[in-house]
């Protein structure tokens, strides 16, 4: 069983930066590709990236590519979700996932998992 929590949301103005953090539960942390997601007001949740076990591979989504870095320490058990430039289309509810099941090329793939999603936390970017 795995415990996802997310933090560091919060309220921004357009241009700037947040660091949203993933902190997991259990031992098999770096078992498994780490994804994040987000779900905007009045939308469906939608892929934002992935990093790979070891967090030597990362892919994104085309409209935070160049913006957004996904990073990973494995011996905090962590994900963190670096998001830099941000515009009010950012503006959601970010979460992080897991599922033992899926690779990173799952992710890659369009995959959802289904296992593990935390909480989420709020982000609000104003113009």
């Known amino acids: 069983q795995v415990q996802l929590v997310e933090s560091g949301g919060g309220l921004v103005q357009a241009g700037g930066s947040l660091r949203l953090s993933c902190a997991a539960s259990g031992r098999t942390f770096s078992s498994y590709a780490m994804g994040w997601f987000r779900q905007p007001p009045g939308k469906e949740r939608e892929f934002v990236g992935v990093?790979?076990?070891?967090?030597?591979?990362?892919y994104y989504a085309d409209s935070v590519k160049g913006r957004f870095t996904i990073s990973r320490d494995n011996a905090k058990n962590t994900v963190y979700l670096q998001m830099n430039s941000l515009k009010p289309e950012d503006t959601a509810v970010y979460y992080c996932a897991a599922d033992p099941r899926l690779t990173y090329s799952d992710y890659v793939s369009g995959a959802i998992p289904n296992d593990y999603w935390g909480q989420g936390t709020q982000v609000t970017v104003s113009s």
């Open positions: 990093i790979s076990r070891s967090g030597g591979i990362k």
